[in-house]
């Protein structure tokens, strides 16, 4: 299909007009609104917005969905699939999806989720930069994307180049980093997993890589945990490293204690919340797809949220089911789940997923010919070209989709059940496994009108532990899936609903209610007619505050007769929380080891996986992390994720107050400029120069910092592996002082290149010594990056010079620290923290970086 067949829309809306109508839409919840209209509505390159509600959007999916269910029999109609979709009340195509389908002014895939390959050659530098712009060119098309590194051969392993040894995994982890944060998503940041098997000799180098403040800050990252390495954890045992890993015949190998990397792996992840865990025998043993290895489905790591582990080049579109719209009569004694609606609507479901997928190959035809209408050389396109060759090969083969669900922690409180108990578990399970059942049946009906995926063999899947659990559930099932195939390779996933459930007014994914209330503040402008002031900050600025009720916990408080107009205080908001059915049902509250288990039951139903994260307390130790960790491989899960409140900045945190440290003090440093600084090197551009800044530390804080440019013939020239080094203050034979950088090049011999100032141009320089002066004095970060900002230059270069220089100090603003006097583009809020060097919205969720 070409891009200009698509029927153009002409009625146009200020961004006013639209934004009034979907808070109309939305019934006065001007977060929703505002989300929809910035991620969802259809715009154009210059801003022209032609939807001003979901109804429009839902009409544009409906087409589309419509248009492709003519091709096969029993086609449902537009509005069959309106009704549906509309209010976000069944069925919700998600993220990419809901921006793409039926969009004629941008070229992107409708895919969430993608993996790249690792084939054999890929451990050459030509193969890594090749993943790189394989990286790159998806991210710009709005796909998350995720690779493994246990392909790459370790650290100080031989190779056969001037190096002579190899930099192992790190330097390329914070390479595939950086080129993350390069890839600008319409606001969004680019979203990258990066994961490395436990038996790969750098693993622990991987593990300690994100702790250090600054180094890869673009990438989630996870281990591949195989069972024999648990076993081993278990019986304090030793364990033996591969590289290549799991070979019979390894180049090189180490014994370690299996004890003493896992303590890491549960100390980083206390800490920072990273790494994640991927069990990955249990990902391989139960996965569908890899029945088909042998013919490229080998899953290889997985999207970067953890729950669609993927084989190099698949993809895979998302779409939520609204769980809490299955429930009848909610909040009442006569509540009751709609099992037989359910089963009806989950069937559509999987049909209209596997009409996106008819969609989403369109769209790459777009992209082919975009890249094939592209003034450059064929060799200069020739990797993104393949690129997409390949993936459009594994989504026409394999049909893979992922159809999920969202607001189970509303769903078991319309119900009366707790969230975490052994009925709220047991009700669960039953859910996703009648969500397996119809969805695999519709997989199979499908199959039979549309035909089976390219390559079905019953023989292949027989053993597979999840397929085996269908046919003990369902017989006749198994049977006609043995005669007619399926449709689809793999079809169900659980992933995080952040921006979906802020749409459905409902709590997120598979996930408990984060607080059925809490509270929000709202500057008071002097002009503000009848407008409360609560308290006054620091520098004056007046604030109401007020409470904010969870949708569908506003919903309890109707049904059962609660004022909704009333200002309660906070003991009267305690005692309705203690009456309702999210009580002792939120994220902080439900059982650690409950959540677990629950995962790893829901897990059996779920044939690819589950995004979840275990809420802890602050004060929660190391000690139960790892038990966490170890009763997640028992009970099932794939992977796992743990978050210690307060371990890690950018997201919700709880109602309590919190004394706020005082961002204002001043660093203090020695007064005397040590001779030796270590530093750290990052790399911006100025236009289109490429240039290099070197920051010069004390205990980790910015001391100092020198700029130059990075591949002129009198600019500086280092090596892109080379991060960092130590920045020396020496003397000149005129007694002047100048300051020399030195780093270790692969071999271990120091290089040093002098006179970092005779490499400016003269202008950068006094700039640079300006901001180097206030860094000295210990000014916080985040003023000398406002100050910085604030400086009125004169010239387009440096201006974009200052840019490139606001960037590399981002970097070191501590995470968490209060943004003062912007708004959030997204939904207007002032409630903006620095997270990883972005200005991240605790609100929303939304983060930009640059």
Not at 281 to 294: K, L, W
Not at 617 to 632: C, F, I, K, Q, S
């Amino acid at each position: 299909m070409k891009v200009d067949t698509l029927l153009t829309p002409t009625t146009t809306y200020t961004q006013e007009e639209a934004f009034d109508a979907a808070l109309q839409y939305f019934k006065g919840d001007d977060l929703a609104a505002r989300v929809w209209l910035n991620k969802y509505a259809l715009k154009d390159s210059q801003g022209n917005i032609y939807e001003n509600t979901p109804n429009a959007m839902h009409t544009r999916i409906a087409k589309e969905i419509a248009r492709v269910e003519s091709k096969y029999e029993n086609s449902m109609s537009e509005q069959e699939v309106f009704d549906l979709i509309k209010n976000f009340k069944y069925i919700v195509p998600q993220g990419s999806p809901m921006a793409g389908i039926g969009n004629p002014f941008q070229i992107a895939s409708l895919s969430n989720c993608f993996v790249i390959g690792n084939s054999g050659d890929s451990d050459s530098y030509g193969g890594i930069m090749k993943i790189d712009q394989e990286q790159v060119q998806l991210m710009k098309r709005r796909g998350g994307v995720g690779h493994d590194l246990s392909h790459i051969r370790p650290k100080s392993s031989p190779v056969k180049n001037s190096a002579l040894t190899s930099t192992g995994i790190v330097p390329f982890m914070e390479r595939y980093s950086n080129s993350t944060r390069e890839v600008a998503q319409d606001g969004r940041r680019g979203a990258l997993m990066l994961s490395v098997s436990i038996n790969h000799p750098d693993a622990e180098d991987f593990i300690d890589a994100k702790l250090e403040q600054g180094k890869v800050t673009g990438a989630n990252v996870s281990v591949r945990i195989d069972d024999d390495f648990m076993k081993a954890v278990k019986a304090d045992a030793q364990y033996t490293q591969k590289y290549p890993i799991f070979s019979e015949n390894p180049k090189f190998s180490k014994t370690i204690e299996a004890n003493g990397i896992w303590k890491k792996i549960v100390h980083n992840a206390w800490k920072s919340a990273e790494p994640g865990i991927l069990f990955w025998d249990t990902i391989i043993n139960e996965s569908v797809p890899d029945c088909y290895a042998d013919l490229g489905y080998k899953t290889v790591s997985t999207n970067p949220c953890g729950e669609i582990p993927l084989c190099p080049y698949d993809s895979c579109r998302l779409l939520a089911i609204n769980l809490f719209s299955y429930v009848d009569q909610p909040f009442t004694k006569d509540a009751k789940f709609n099992f037989e609606l359910f089963k009806e609507h989950v069937g559509y479901a999987q049909r209209i997923m596997d009409d996106i997928i008819d969609l989403e190959l369109e769209k790459i035809d777009v992209i082919l010919q975009k890249i094939d209408e592209d003034p450059e050389g064929d060799e200069v396109k020739a990797t993104e070209r393949n690129l997409w060759v390949n993936i459009r090969t594994k989504a026409k083969e394999g049909r893979r989709t992922g159809v999920g669900i969202t607001a189970e922690g509303d769903m078991l409180a319309a119900l009366g059940i707790q969230y975490g108990s052994k009925q709220g578990n047991e009700f669960s399970v039953e859910v996703h496994k009648t969500l397996a059942l119809a969805a695999y049946r519709s997989s199979v009906d499908l199959a039979k009108e549309r035909g089976a995926f390219a390559f079905f063999d019953s023989d292949r899947e027989k053993n597979n532990p999840f397929i085996q659990r269908l046919k003990e559930a369902d017989s006749k099932l198994y049977y006609d899936m043995t005669e007619y195939g399926r449709r689809n390779i793999a079809l169900l996933t659980i992933a995080p609903t952040g921006t979906t459930s802020l749409m459905t007014q409902t709590s997120s994914g598979i996930e408990p209610v984060f607080m059925p209330v809490y509270k929000r503040r709202r500057k008071v402008n002097p002009n503000d007619k009848d407008a409360r002031v609560d308290f006054v900050d620091e520098v004056g600025d007046s604030w109401e505050e007020y409470v904010v009720f969870h949708h569908r916990f506003k919903q309890w408080m109707e049904v059962n007769g609660f004022d909704l107009t009333k200002n309660y205080g906070q003991k009267e908001l305690d005692q309705l929380i203690k009456k309702s059915p999210y009580y002792k049902a939120t994220s902080n509250d439900v059982n650690w080891m409950s959540k677990v288990s629950m995962q790893g039951a829901v897990q059996k139903w779920v044939d690819h996986s589950i995004s979840v994260t275990i809420n802890l307390p602050n004060d929660a130790t190391e000690e139960l992390v790892g038990r966490l960790y170890m009763e997640a491989w028992e009970a099932g899960c794939k992977g796992v994720t743990v978050y210690r409140d307060g371990s890690r900045s950018g997201v919700l945190i709880s109602n309590e107050e919190k004394k706020e440290e005082d961002t204002d003090t001043l660093t203090t440093f020695p007064t005397k400029r040590p001779q030796v600084l270590k530093a750290d090197v990052v790399r911006f551009q100025n236009n289109k120069e490429k240039w290099i800044a070197f920051i010069g530390l004390i205990d980790g804080k910015p001391y100092e910092i020198f700029t130059g440019l990075a591949d002129d013939e009198d600019g500086i020239l280092i090596p892109r592996w080379a991060n960092e080094g130590v920045i020396i203050k020496n003397r000149n034979e005129d007694g002047s002082s100048r300051y020399d950088f030195q780093y270790q090049n692969i071999r271990g011999y120091k290089t040093t290149i002098e006179g970092l100032s005779h490499k400016f141009d003269p202008e950068y320089w006094n700039y640079a010594k300006l901001i180097s002066s206030t860094l000295r004095h210990g000014m916080p970060i985040d003023k000398i990056v406002d100050l910085i900002n604030s400086l009125q230059l004169d010239t387009e270069s440096i201006n974009t010079w200052k840019n490139g220089v606001v960037r590399a100090l981002k970097r070191y603003v501590e995470d968490g620290t209060q943004v003062k006097g912007q708004a959030c583009s997204n939904c207007n809020s002032e409630n903006l923290i620095y997270q990883e060097g972005c200005l991240t919205c605790k609100d929303c969720g939304s983060s930009k970086c640059g």
